[in-house]
């Protein structure tokens, strides 16, 4: 590059500022520090400012900071005054000049403008590009380079190698040992040095070396402040000139001498009003130092801190664009750069691992098929450019923050994806912004894949739902007790909302009723990680409940045990009915045994009531009387207890008529009302029209006259019994919950409360069992309740008890009712005493010696002549001697080899008119009704009287065997 060329005549040499002389100290003496005035410099590259020294902007009056990166046209005071200028630089270089000083106005801080000698020369760089060197003086004694062309030429190649030496491109440092040759060979000096300063740790680091042998020391050299030359320099901010360095004992440092330095130059380099470095010229021979020298050095000292300072911009600025890069890269989120066409300019390797795909693949696509856009890949449509591809919210995004520069901030978005050919539904957090990248728009596209999170918070939020729906009670603890979770379940099985009990402890609120087995759970929980099994606990209000657990152990991420999930089930319910179930069963069980015992019993009793009537009337002693009525009656009583047992336990069927309760409400509240004692009060409660029941009317009131005993029984000290009617429907929810045997229906229910002393919980479900009884010995038998659920239960009711200790009890009979039948009462009118036989042969078969003998006994007393057998064979050989002669037969329906039906099956085949009496004991129905099926014409139950059996003969022999009443029974 050719220097910067005086203008010819001596017009221009005269318009050059006059040489300034040193301004402090001799240039000639030891240890003197001078300060020189010098241009300031600037480096333009394409009419851009890219470099600018401290003193180029000082003498403006501007900060470096502000003029780095303007245009030079932005210097001047107009554009006019730029075009003039620029047009007399392009004319001085057509004329194949480098260079031209010339007189300019550019504008200042503060001011409107000031007048400058301004020098400019320019080249070519490596790229191509123009560079200008500027340079800045205002005239008032300032130096310039050398007016000997020769010798301004060569330090204009100098700054032209410097500036390609400090901004060659690539990573790393500047050839600065290179630079510090270049300075060598242009000031004269051998050794040559440029020191960075490092304020912080008080050193000097030796970055360009010419003259000196550094191979055994380390690199880059690092050497305290105050053991070097240069220690001066950075002290007083000036030049520093020593050309006797070995006589100065302060200047004898060790590598000093080991150097043998004599002349030692140091040059201040600045940036602003920072101290960047030193510019060491040194020789080991005395080096004279002229005003020339010193004012040229300036000079150069200015240039070479601009290079300096610009190079330690950019390499900042490298550094932090390879940090940037290395987080940008590494970021796990997907990041972007769309130009204004929406294309990629730039992906991270999180976009590129997310698409599968290399990022340098990425670059030019579109947003549909950088992302693989269903419709875009699978389809062929150009992203968001035809009918069928409109603009997405993705491409939406990018849109409206290149028109509006307002970005999205995490923006869900739902898009189809491809992944391995399959179409994939993927939710996407959307964030843009408008940013600026080497002068042009881009938008920043940042995407977040939170497909799976959304995932997981749907179903998180539909189990939240479920758990809240459900009527099970779930509940989350921690190992402390404490309550964590809480839903509506919970609430309502125990009464407390999740308000209330959140941060509360189980213990606390108390509806865990037994310690120690929760104690076992946690246990089991901790050692298994689940437990299950049945607990008792307690509502806020006190109330019992049974509950069905079940508790899981919830673990952190890592493993470690942190909470326990219980879901409690509701059984209380459930328990009652088992409860219910397990006691007809057992009651059942009872009646099976009770049933084989009346048995027999009845065959002992019967002979017994017949004989005792048939010897009353032989019997006239009045004591014998007495007797034989003492004996009648504990007989009957024994029927009686017999019939209480059977009827409790099977149900035993008596006459069922339409049965009007209120009327044996009536009747049971005249009598309790006479015999009862005078302290308890009786108060009936009807509705008033009670439906009808079909029924037995004596069991029925045996029902009822035994709840009110039991209710008398329970108040001694007196109290209030109340009778109560009602009539109710049960809908299928309902009778689930009343009761094991309740069907959906209507129903009469017929109270009987009492406030005597109440049953205790623990005997509620024993109350019903025969011979069970809380009352002392001698006042009960145990059968009243047995008696009563027999008969309820026969008839297809239920009985429901509510007992509290200290208050009474309430029992409820539930009897189907027909609410579409009306009727008056049942009429039930005595009997005539039966009339004498008159001579008719009757077939007696009973496998009862007793029982045979008695009922002859008795027939031929009212003249009936029996015939006798033990079994059905028998009586069918009797049969087959005598039959012309039988006109009836009595037989009992349980005998060996053949019983009651199949013999009279046989007799009906033999004898289709023959009347038939049928010999049960209670609880014997099956075989009734397949006798009456085979032909039977009455039953017998046992024990019977003489009077019944003497009235069943005479009401077969009045009936003739089509079952219409008649005059004759054939004799």
Known sequence: MAGIVHAAG????????EQGGVTSGESGGADSTVEISCAGHALVCEGRLVGVSSRFATLLGWSVETLQGRLVSDLFPSIAEWEKIRARLRAVW?????????????????????????????????????????????????????????????????????????????????RFDRMAEELSALTGFPIVTLEICQHEQ???????????????????????????????????????????????????????RRWGIRTYVGVPLRAGSQLIGVLGLADRQPHPVTSDTIRLLAHLGDYVAMLLDRWQARESLRQSETELRAVYDQTPGIICLFDPQLRVVRANQAAAAFVGRPAESLLGLPPGAFLGCEACVRRGYECGTTPDCPACDLRQALISTFRDGKGWVRRQIQKTLLRESRPVETVLLVSTELVQSNGSDRVLLCLEDVTERTQAEMRIRSQAALL??????????????????????????YGWSAAEVQGRTTHELGFMVDAAQVSEAVAAVQERGEWSGEMRHRDRSGRELAVQSRWTLIRRSDGFPKAILIVNTDITERKRLENQLLRSQRLESIGTLASGLAHDLNNVLSPILMAVQY????????????CLQTLETCAQRGAAIIRQVLTFARGVEGTRVLVQWKHLVREVERIITETFPRSIQVQVRMTRRPWLVRGDPTQLQQVLMNLCVNARDAMPQGGLLTLRLDNQTLGEAEAQRLHVKARPGPYTVLSVQDTGVGIPAELLDKIFDPFFTTKPLGQGTGLGLATVLGIVESHGGFVLVESEVGKGSVFSVYLP????????????????????????????????????????????SHGYDPLLAADGQEGIAVWERQG????????????PRMDGPALVRKLRALAPELPIICITGLGEEARIGEARAAGARVSLAKPFTAYQLLEALEEVFKTPAGGAPGNGAGG
């Not at 001596?10 to 500022?17: A, F, G, Y």
């Open 94 to 174: 057509r004329s194949a000049q480098d260079g031209v000083w010339l007189r300019a106005r550019l504008r200042k801080q503060g001011e409107e403008w000031g007048e400058y000698w301004v020098g400019v020369a320019s080249w070519a760089g490596q790229g191509g590009q123009v560079w200008e060197s500027w340079w800045l003086a205002d005239g008032m004694g300032v130096e310039m380079p050398p007016k000997d062309p020769v010798h301004r030429e060569r330090w204009l190649e100098v700054y032209q190698r410097l500036v390609e030496l400090a901004w060659s491109e690539g990573p790393g440092e500047p």
């Open 10 to 17: 001596s017009e221009m040499s005269r318009e050059l500022p």
């Open 202 to 256: 008080a050193t000097l680091v030796y970055r360009g070396v010419c003259g000196l042998d550094l191979a055994d020391l380390p690199t880059p050299l690092e050497v305290p402040m105050d053991v070097s030359l240069s220690n001066r320099v950075v002290a007083s901010g000036q030049m520093v000139i020593e050309t006797e360095v070995g006589e100065s004992p302060a200047q004898a440092a060790p590598l000093v």
């Open 615 to 626: 010897l009353k009337e032989e019997v006239r002693s009045e004591a014998a009387l007495t």
């Open 884 to 895: 012309s002669q039988i006109r009836a037969v009595i037989t009992d329906l349980m005998m």
């Open 817 to 860: 009712a027909l609410p579409q039948e009306e009727m008056g009462d049942t009429d039930l009118q005595p009997r005539s005493a039966p009339g004498r036989g008159q001579g008719q042969r009757v077939l007696v078969v009973d496998d009862e010696p007793a029982v045979r003998q008695i009922t002859a006994a008795i027939l031929r």
């Open 468 to 493: 809240e729906v459900t009527k099970d009670a779930v509940l989350v603890r921690d190992f402390c007790d404490r309550i964590l979770y809480w839903n509506e379940g919970a609430s309502a099985l």
